[in-house]
């Protein structure tokens, strides 16, 4: 799927200001604005949140922006955080972290809502000619101002020791967990037991077995030098990886109109640039994984079926706690 096709549909979605009362504002002549993440480094995240970081700094006059990726701030909840405090001008995420603050965003999560990128187009059409769902408005009550959102990838499953060709598979297994209600009920719908645990640091615990599956974009598996723990590889792409761009309160409304279109074209342009990279990227890592001997399992229709019939009911739980069944009608098209 193209970037234009994807960025672009999720651009449009989310909420991009804070109130008019600060259109007349100037740009930040010699203000500097700190920019955290914790896209480990030489991780393609690492790579985007970096071009974003220039794109904007071109774009707005007297701007520099202090990269603090890594997680040296600390996770993306904490982060997260202090975004909404304005003690952190920039952030870029997951989409999970802002799902803790408001559960609706869990939805655009959900396993197997989406077998492809041409059906994550379709849904976000329809969530776009359905007014958003609401979003930009669950956003802005939760103090969030969201500049955009893109792809950063697919979701896929990798194991330590056995190889996982059905939702069978996983049962009793120890599976690495995003922090966030849609995450937790998916492994455990799938019989495994579920271990939040952050991107740092994750490598030492799969090497003293602590974890024996995960399920991050394959960019993040090499990132985190996590591909060396791993024995097999399940092409599942079962959950679209969202990168998530959000400015602080204050930082937003220090910019004027003109400033904030501009922002917003320079970050957008940004993330359109590298998204087409993505599906080359991922199998090229994919055939890196096969020359060090790990198994590359691409499930049978069945095989597949087996997972999607296992996480099936995961949409309907957490569409109910979060009390928007319309906005799950408008992502699967029902």
């Known amino acids: 799927m193209s970037a234009k096709s994807v960025v672009s549909v999720l651009g449009a979605l989310v909420a991009l200001g804070a109130s008019t009362r600060a259109l ?78 408001e559960p609706r965003f869990g939805l655009l999560e959900l396993p197997f809502t989406f077998p492809d990128g041409a059906a994550l187009q379709a849904g976000f059409a329809r969530l776009d000619r359905g007014h958003k769902g609401g979003l930009p408005e669950a956003a802005a009550k939760r103090g969030i101002s969201m ?113 904030r279109q501009r922002a917003r074209q320079a970050s957008l342009a940004a993330a359109e640039r590298k998204e087409p990279q993505l599906d080359e990227l991922e199998e090229e890592l994919i055939g890196q994984l096969a020359k060090r001997g790990v198994a590359i399992i691409r499930p049978t229709a069945a095989e597949r079926q087996t997972f999607i019939d296992a996480t099936r009911g995961v949409a309907d739980q957490v569409g109910a706690a979060a009390g928007d069944r319309p906005l799950l009608k408008l992502l699967r098209g029902s």
């Open 24 to 101: 007349e504002a100037g740009p930040p002549a010699g203000r500097t604005w700190t920019f955290g993440s914790v896209s480990p480094e030489g991780s393609w995240y690492w790579d985007l949140s970096e071009d974003i970081a220039r794109a904007l700094e071109r774009a707005i006059p007297g701007l520099k922006i202090k990269r603090r990726f890594g997680g040296v701030l600390g996770d993306e909840a904490g982060t997260l955080q202090m975004v909404r405090q304005d003690r952190l001008d920039l952030w870029a995420g997951s989409l999970g972290a802002i799902a803790d603050l």
């Open 147 to 259: 500049l955009h959102m893109g792809l950063a990838g697919w979701r896929n499953l990798a194991s330590l020791d056995r190889p996982i060709r059905t939702a069978a598979d996983l049962k009793g297994v120890r599976a690495r967990a995003q922090a966030g209600r849609v995450h937790r009920a998916m492994w455990q719908a799938l019989g495994a037991v579920p271990v939040e645990a952050p991107l740092n640091g994750l490598v030492e615990q799969l090497r003293e077995q602590k974890l024996t599956a995960l399920d991050v974009p394959i960019t993040f598996l090499f990132a985190t030098s996590s591909h060396e723990a791993v024995r097999s590889f399940t092409v599942t792409r079962h959950v679209p990886q969202f990168a998530v761009l959000v400015a602080s309160k204050s930082a937003w409304a220090g910019l004027s109109e003109p400033m």
